[in-house]
């Protein structure tokens, strides 16, 4: 027993070397980039924001508002807010913005097709009625830096048919700690999907920062394929457009980093931590393995410390969590780096340690256990116990 864990440990650990080596490669790789120049004149393409709302009554009238400021051509730039069957004022605020200002467009999800998820058909109701030549996807409770649209289209050369940007937790003043670790868990995240998506192996974005061209959604055929699964609007096209004729690409400078809401309770980043990990078995073969071999890895680092009680094999476990420590703070310090941020060292470590357990037991209960979203319960593949 005790050999058998050393050899999945090890199998495992080559397949985490490779991807935080792609991962720190990537992310040298993009700091040498020379940040795109802002574009002028007659190069503004046509830019549709497409946002799916449910019950955000207390996080849109700021998100607009913040959004209606971006520094870019008015008459190149609108706002598509899709109501999901809101039940409270998410809809009269929608209105009232596109009563007042025209670059502002409500359109009604007032029911949806039964088993395919709510939130890729509110999508791509809003692609439809876009004239925009760029899709720029965000979320109803994120925040965003004035040169938001212009710094990422600016990223959209002509061969490049998805631009990955960066999301942040803001935390309000003395967070909980599970809120700070929570925070500095979706910013390494983050670089880790930069990194990635620089070294040519994209894994993973946030729908609250993406933008793609039209003419690629529709080539790659939208959600096809996995219009069901209840997550995967962002990090599943992702791959299909990676695979296609386009380039991928990820933003590199602050001012492209939007800032979005954590969750308010433990119960909540619960439901969300599962809700994340349903569509790990729905990446292309090469990716699934890689994720199966750095699953197999954390599993082992998960239950170390009972086989080192039992074995006393208490060094191998500590070569494989040293080399591990070493490529995370590598890869964290890279990005920190790059996108200009600050992390606690105290706060790293302890994510360190939680990760591996945890992580291990999201992706299970993901495709295992039920979860609630937008006040309804799903698991991954659909609705579980209410009409949608």
């Not at 520094?71 to 998410?90: A, C, F, K, N, W």
């Not at 061209?213 to 699964?229: M, V």
């Amino acid at each position: 027993m005790i050999a058998l864990w050393n050899i999945i440990l090890t199998a495992g650990g080559l397949f985490y070397l490779l991807l935080l080596g792609m991962i720190i490669y990537g992310l040298i790789r993009l700091g040498f980039q020379r940040i795109s120049s802002r574009i002028s004149g007659n190069e503004f393409p046509s830019v549709s924001i497409i946002i799916s709302a449910r019950d955000e009554e207390n996080n849109l009238h700021a998100t607009l508002s913040g959004l209606l400021r971006q520094d870019y051509p008015v008459d190149r730039l609108e706002i598509i807010v899709v109501d999901d069957r809101s039940s409270d004022g998410t809809g009269k605020i929608i209105s009232d913005f596109a009563r007042l200002y025209s670059r502002v467009r409500m359109i009604h999800q007032d029911a949806v097709k039964p088993g395919v998820s709510p939130k890729k058909q509110a999508i791509e109701k809003g692609i439809d009625a876009a004239n925009g030549e760029i899709i720029i996807t965000t979320d109803a409770d994120c925040s965003h830096d004035p040169n938001w649209v212009s710094e990422m289209i600016a990223g959209m050369k002509p061969d490049t048919g998805m631009f990955v940007g960066q999301a942040r937790f803001i935390l309000q003043d003395a967070p909980p700690l599970w809120q700070k670790l929570q925070a500095l868990d979706f910013q390494t995240l983050g670089y880790a999907s930069a990194g990635l998506v620089s070294a040519g192996m994209p894994f993973t974005c946030s729908g609250a920062n993406l933008a793609y061209r039209k003419q690629l959604f529709r080539e790659i055929g939208g959600w096809e394929g996995f219009e069901k699964l209840i997550s995967g609007d962002d990090e599943l096209l992702l791959a299909k457009a990676s695979s296609s004729r386009w380039k991928v690409a990820a933003a590199k400078s602050p001012a492209t980093i939007v800032g979005t809401e954590p969750v308010s309770s433990l119960s909540e980043l619960w439901n969300q931590r599962i809700r994340w990990g349903s569509k790990g078995l729905y990446y292309r073969p090469s990716r699934k393995i890689i994720l199966a071999g750095v699953f197999l890895f954390l599993l082992s680092l998960s239950i170390a410390p009972l086989v080192g009680i039992l074995s006393g094999a208490w060094m191998f476990f500590l070569a494989w969590a040293t080399i591990r420590l070493a490529l995370d703070i590598t890869a964290v310090m890279l990005g920190r780096s790059i996108f200009r941020e600050r992390f606690n060292f105290l706060t790293f470590i302890m994510l360190e340690i939680i990760y591996p357990p945890l992580t291990v037991i999201f992706a299970i209960a993901g495709h295992f256990s039920t979860f609630r979203w937008k006040g309804q319960t799903f698991h991954s593949r659909g609705e579980s116990d209410n009409d949608q």
